[in-house]
């Protein structure tokens, strides 16, 4: 069983930069793929980011080259930092952590286990 717990998340304009954590407590954190999703009221949960446990990244589209994903092994921690924010970007952020291990799967939700409560971005123009 995992446990994870997201923080870092706020107001800030366009332009600016936020970094979200996620602590997990648990065993094994090392073997499993680690992923970011976000969701806006009333929208589909959709993918952001991911980290198999080998390392290998992924992300969506629209954060590719603004986003970055890593992870602390030693800390059970896995970090968004998030620069360039847009308006779009707008959502409560969650982390997830599974058994995803194909470049489709780590993007799907059914590749997780394990969910955080979220975190709110709000990000003004």
């Known amino acids: 069983q995992v446990q994870l717990v997201e923080s870092g998340g706020g107001l800030v304009q366009a332009g600016g930069s936020l970094r979200l954590s996620c602590a997990a407590s648990?065993?094994?954190?090392?073997?499993?793929?680690l992923g970011w999703f976000r969701q806006d009221p009333g929208k589909e949960r959709e993918f952001v980011a991911a980290m198999r446990s080998g390392g290998g990244t992924y992300y969506a589209e629209s954060v590719e080259g603004r986003f970055t994903i890593s992870r602390n092994n030693a800390a059970n921690t896995v970090y968004l930092q998030m620069n360039s924010l847009k308006p779009e970007d707008t959502g409560v952020y969650y982390c997830?952590?599974?058994?995803?291990?194909?470049?489709?799967?780590?993007?799907?939700?059914?590749?997780?286990?394990?969910w955080g409560q979220g975190t709110q971005v709000a990000v003004s123009s």
């Open positions: 648990g065993r094994a954190f090392s073997t499993y793929c």
């Open positions: 997830a952590a599974g058994g995803a291990r194909t470049a489709v799967g780590v993007k799907r939700i059914g590749g997780y286990d394990y």
